[in-house]
């Protein structure tokens, strides 16, 4: 289902390419009958936010959510893991499950990358993908109570992903996630912290800005485009 694909573009760091792109985008979900009413608006308004607003100030807007609050890292293992050793363990898993599926990624991509997952999805079965969704429906739910909170468009996307899982999310595993929460003020100087405590010449801790902006930028061109770029993601279908 290109659904899949063309909400994982949705969630691309903002580039001119993805806002040529948007309004493709929001038909597309818009003719999607899977999704509520006010799931598709809540995604014409982004799409639009992103066709019509200035680039940089889109881009601005999207680390100040994405990159500088672990609580909507779009990392998906990040929310249950952290950075235990059971989320490497967990990466493996995912990645040997594309593997499986005959679809190989970049050695350089987070397999838990949700953009990344979301192109998965969205090249196996439409029954497998519900499900594949509905594994990790309470962290997208938990994601989507935290954008509406600060009043983001980008909640309707994930809105959508609940949607199209192949059940609803678990009440007391959302709350779970939810209770722990801290002020953006809090994360924001949490990372703050790990930055100034990263070694000079060791690069930037997993999940830090630089990391993701490089993953974000890679993953543009494979979630717009028709098909996958040659030179990041294979497919093998036999």
Same mark, same amino acid.
């Given at each position: 289902?290109?659904?899949?694909?063309?909400?994982?573009?949705?969630?691309?760091?903002? #580039?001119? !390419?993805?806002?040529?792109?948007?309004?493709?985008?929001?038909?597309?979900?818009?003719? !999607?009958?899977?999704?509520?009413? +006010?799931?598709?608006?809540?995604?014409?308004?982004?799409?639009?936010?992103?066709? @019509?607003?200035? #680039?940089?100030?889109? %881009?601005?807007?999207?680390?100040?959510?994405?990159?500088?609050?672990?609580? /909507?890292? /779009?990392?998906?293992?990040?929310?249950?893991?952290?950075?235990?050793?059971?989320?490497? %363990?967990?990466?493996? *898993?995912?990645?040997?499950?594309?593997?499986? *599926?005959?679809?190989?990624?970049?050695? *350089?991509?987070?397999?838990?990358?949700?953009?990344?997952?979301?192109?998965? /999805?969205? @090249?196996?079965? +439409?029954?497998?993908?519900?499900?594949?969704?509905?594994?990790?429906?309470?962290?997208?739910?938990?994601?989507?109570?935290?954008?509406?909170?600060?009043?983001?468009?980008?909640?309707?996307?994930?809105? &959508? /992903?609940?949607?199209?899982?192949?059940?609803?999310?678990?009440?007391?595993?959302?709350?779970?996630?939810?209770?722990?929460?801290?002020?953006?003020?809090?994360?924001?100087?949490?990372?703050?912290?790990?930055?100034?405590?990263?070694?000079?010449?060791?690069? &930037? +801790?997993?999940?830090?800005?630089?990391? &993701?902006?490089?993953?974000? *930028?890679?993953?543009?061109?494979?979630?717009? &485009?028709?098909?996958?770029?040659?030179?990041? #993601?294979?497919?093998?279908?036999?």
């Amino acid at each position: 289902m290109m659904i899949y694909r063309a909400l994982g573009a949705l969630l691309q760091y903002p #580039t001119a !390419e993805l806002a040529g792109a948007a309004g493709d985008i929001a038909a597309m979900a818009e003719a !999607e009958r899977a999704l509520s009413k +006010p799931s598709r608006a809540a995604i014409g308004r982004l799409a639009s936010k992103l066709t @019509l607003e200035d #680039t940089l100030a889109a %881009q601005e807007a999207y680390v100040g959510l994405f990159d500088r609050s672990r609580s /909507l890292s /779009l990392h998906l293992f990040e929310h249950i893991h952290g950075e235990s050793r059971d989320r490497g %363990q967990a990466m493996v *898993n995912l990645a040997a499950h594309y593997e499986a *599926n005959g679809y190989s990624i970049d050695a *350089n991509e987070l397999p838990d990358y949700l953009p990344l997952f979301l192109e998965f /999805l969205s @090249l196996v079965e +439409p029954r497998e993908a519900a499900g594949l969704l509905a594994d990790v429906v309470h962290i997208l739910a938990a994601i989507r109570v935290r954008l509406e909170r600060r009043g983001s468009d980008y909640a309707g996307v994930f809105r &959508a /992903l609940e949607e199209l899982a192949a059940r609803k999310p678990d009440r007391a595993a959302v709350e779970s996630l939810l209770q722990h929460d801290k002020s953006r003020e809090e994360e924001a100087a949490e990372l703050d912290k790990e930055w100034e405590e990263a070694p000079a010449f060791g690069g &930037a +801790p997993d999940g830090g800005c630089v990391a &993701a902006r490089d993953v974000l *930028n890679r993953m543009a061109e494979l979630a717009v &485009a028709p098909r996958a770029r040659p030179d990041t #993601t294979e497919h093998d279908h036999g």
